[in-house]
């Protein structure tokens, strides 16, 4: 079996991972890649030093983690301009259509192609012949350029965690023409969904002047390479174990007692204005506003560790959100009922898939998200005998696949609140066919199928 060399502009650290929770659906589905697979994981260390070592970090491998990690660090401009000023507040706001959000400095390009061409240079020694590289995500979309220009030989896959938006949105990037140039360096490009290759294929024929032939072939800036869809997954089976297990745990018991009966409904998200919290919120005042009935019998849960905290968006939809929960709570809450939990922490995978079987709803509502993996978590973690309800964005790349949910528009709170007051009234009957439904879907496109599909046709050529 060839060696995977998995490049991503974060390593989570490997036992905070497993252990405390993982938050993000990359480093959660490339630890259990990695898992399955021996192989390397190359990127950024989470540390930003003024004078930073410029030997690259290496950890072997452990029992538990059979695969080495080799980590860089940054320096405080390359902190600032590479991930926070192109990644997080350039890239990522023109990725999830929210070309208004964009914050654009050249400057910020420059430092961006530097940090990819640097973790180019530290990788290439680490590699052998035959290595399959597999990049990941848009922080990195410059190097595969830097790879072919190094001499690299091996064949290079690309996997985008995010969506690609509509031509006309992504061509409002300055730096469009360069990224999209470089990514033609790859042997292989993966998206999430169809919606993402579709936008894809657009820009490459109106933009880039480049065709799409059929079996997903494309020609374009002089290159030839692939692009498929790869809808990423979870481990439905021992996520549910886990759910099982935590169910019976002390965290579970407390949390069961502190609803004193009432039904929860759970939103999990990193805080990011791609998620839709504020909508949510208020999609939650409209239940409690339109159906009285609810007050004092419902919960409502939202866990929201914060993320990206330096960036000035990320500081805004933050203190929306105190604002929105401590007005709705402020509105509604008894002297023993809160209706809105609000919490800032990421929890352990474990307690989180206890607390996901425990909810009687869990509300999904991205305004754009690559796939979204809670939404298959939550299903993987419930009750087969007493299943819960997802209420799930259509902007969601898992609606693509999870399609027996109940499928809302964001942007309409009030529709989205009758949505959230059907889920808690539907029939276990109901409840059930839609929920074996989606379960048998998660089984048959799991993370080993998505790993597998992926490296089987980096291999094909
Ligand atoms: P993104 O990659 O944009 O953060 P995803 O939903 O695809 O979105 O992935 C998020 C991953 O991080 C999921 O596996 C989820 O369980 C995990 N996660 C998110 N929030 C928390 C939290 N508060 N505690 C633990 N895990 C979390
Ligand atoms: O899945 C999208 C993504 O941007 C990943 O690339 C990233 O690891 C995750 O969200 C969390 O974001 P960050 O690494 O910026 O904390």
């Excluded at 019976?248 to 805080?271: F, K, Q, T």
């Excluded at 409690?288 to 560790?305: C, S, W």
């Excluded at 059930?432 to 790993?451: G, N, V």
Aim: with cysteine; hydrophobic share 40%.
């Amino acid at each position: 079996m060839r060696r995977i060399v998995i490049v991503s502009n974060r390593v989570a650290p490997v036992n905070e991972a497993a252990s405390k929770g993982a938050t993000g659906g990359l480093a959660v589905a490339i630890l259990e890649t990695l898992r399955e697979s021996n192989g390397l994981w190359f990127g950024w260390s989470g540390n930003v030093h003024e004078a930073p070592v410029d030997t690259p970090k290496h950890s072997a491998p452990t029992q538990a983690n059979p695969f080495d990690t080799v980590t860089v660090d940054l320096t405080p401009a390359e902190h600032s301009g590479y991930y926070n000023g192109y990644a997080n507040r350039i890239l990522w706001p023109i990725l999830h259509y929210r070309s208004d959000l964009m914050e654009y400095h050249s400057e910020h390009f420059r430092t961006y192609q530097r940090v990819n061409a640097n973790f180019v240079s530290q990788l290439v020694p680490l590699l052998r012949e035959d290595d399959l590289i597999w990049l990941h995500d848009y922080h990195l979309m410059m190097a595969p350029r830097d790879l072919r220009q190094a001499g690299v030989k091996n064949r290079i896959g690309f996997f985008l965690h995010t969506p690609f938006p509509s031509a006309d949105v992504f061509a409002t990037l300055p730096n469009h023409r360069e990224l999209i140039a470089s990514l033609c360096h790859c042997d292989l490009i993966g998206f999430q969904s169809p919606t993402d290759l579709r936008s894809f294929e657009d820009y490459i024929t109106h933009e880039a002047g480049g065709q799409v032939h059929a079996n997903e072939e494309f020609e374009a800036f002089g290159r030839q390479f692939r692009a498929q869809v790869f809808p990423i997954s979870i481990d439905p089976d021992s996520f549910a174990g886990a759910a099982r297990e935590s169910s019976r745990s002390n965290i579970a018991n407390r949390l069961r007692e502190s609803l004193d009966g009432r039904a929860l409904m759970v939103g999990v998200d990193r805080l990011d204005y791609s998620k839709g919290l504020p909508e949510r919120f208020l999609s939650f005042e409209h239940l409690l506003d339109r159906y009285p009935e609810n007050r004092r019998r419902v919960t409502f849960l939202q866990i929201a560790p914060y993320s990206r905290s330096e960036v000035p968006e990320y500081k805004l939809i933050r203190s929306r959100l105190e604002g929105l929960s401590g007005r709705i709570n402020g509105r509604f809450a008894e002297v023993d009922w809160t209706p809105l939990r609000y919490i800032n922490r990421g929890l352990a995978r474990k307690t989180l898939a206890g607390v996901l079987r425990h909810s009687r709803v869990a509300v999904v509502t991205p305004l754009r998200d690559g796939m979204n993996l809670v939404a298959k978590e939550y299903i993987a973690a419930q009750d087969p005998e007493d299943p819960g309800v997802l209420v799930l964005s259509r902007f969601a790349g898992a609606a693509h696949e999870l399609k027996e949910a109940l499928i809302v528009n964001p942007l309409d709170y009030e529709n989205t609140g009758e949505a959230l007051q059907r889920a808690l009234s539907m029939s276990l009957e109901e409840r059930k066919e839609r929920w074996s439904a989606m379960m048998e879907t998660i089984r048959q496109q799991d993370i080993t199928t998505w790993r597998k599909s992926f490296i089987a046709a980096l291999e094909a050529g």
